[in-house]
Nanobody, 119 residues
Framework: QVQLVESGGGLVQPGGSLKLSCAASINIFSINVMGWYRQAPGKERELLASVTNGGSTNYADSVKGRFTISRAIAKNTVYLEMNSLKPADTAVYYC?????????????WGQGTQVTVSS
């Protein structure tokens, strides 16, 4: 079992920045992939960025160049730094972790943190 606790959401003006944190209950080297998703009202959950335990990162086109995923290994924490925020970025943001045991993949979600971009 992996518990994930997100923090850092809030209200920000267009063009502003926020940094989300996701603290994991275990050593994040034990987690094969961690990522950030978001879900806006009436829309499907969308993968924004991911990082493997080897440090490889991937980004959705919608956030590439504006969002950065990073890790603090000693704190078992993954971050999502968000810049140049737009009203369209308003959503609940979720941290996700996936561990692999042979052919089986186990997925875990945080509780979500609201990000609202509005003037």
């Amino acid at each position: 079992q992996v518990q994930l606790v997100e923090s850092g959401g809030g209200l920000v003006q267009p063009g502003g920045s926020l940094k989300l944190s996701c603290a994991a209950s275990i050593n994040i080297f034990s987690i094969n992939v961690m990522g950030w998703y978001r879900q806006a009202p009436g829309k499907e959950r969308e993968l924004l960025a991911s990082v493997t335990n080897g440090g490889s990162t991937n980004y959705a086109d919608s956030v590439k160049g504006r969002f950065t995923i990073s890790r603090a290994i000693a704190k078992n924490t993954v971050y999502l730094e968000m810049n140049s925020l737009k009203p369209a970025d308003t959503a609940v943001y979720y941290c996700y972790a996936e561990t692999w045991r042979g052919p089986t993949r186990y997925g875990y979600w945080g509780q979500g943190t609201q990000v609202t971009v509005s003037s």
